[in-house]
């Protein structure tokens, strides 16, 4: 079974910069799995804002963070990064990493069955 655990959340001001980590375990041999960050902003409904395929390349980015947020993989940790640069106050609220077992990276939240903790990001103005 596969389990995550994030940290790296905290309080910046805007135009600063955090790091998110997402520890992973329990990942099956015979699948293919892909890790997505999502954001959930206070009232609002979970997106997807970035997702990476798990010992793999590719990649895909929502429109809202290209350009600012990075997200990338240290295999030997088994950990996936965001690094979210240039923080905007809309990019406030709790940042979860979320597995799936599948064929593409997806930015929609509902295909991941896996999901961490959540971590707080609060930027402010």
């Known amino acids: 079974q596969v389990h995550l655990v994030e940290s790296g959340g905290g309080s910046v001001q805007a135009g600063g910069s955090l790091r998110l980590s997402c520890v992973g375990s329990g990942y099956t041999d015979d699948d293919i799995w892909y890790v997505a960050w999502i954001h959930q902003a206070p009232g609002k409904e979970r997106e997807a804002v970035a997702c990476?395929?798990?010992?793999?390349?590719?990649?895909d980015y929502d429109d809202a963070v290209k350009g600012r947020f990075t997200i990338s993989q240290d295999n030997a940790k088994s950990t996936v990064y965001l690094i979210m640069s240039s923080l905007k106050p809309e990019d406030t609220g709790t940042y979860y990493c979320?597995?799936?077992?599948?064929?593409?990276?997806?930015?929609?939240?509902?295909?991941?069955?896996?999901w961490g903790q959540g971590t707080q990001v609060t930027v402010s103005a």
């Open positions: 979320a597995a799936r077992a599948g064929l593409y990276c997806s930015l929609n939240p509902t295909k991941y069955r896996t």
């Open positions: 990476i395929r798990v010992r793999g390349y590719e990649i």
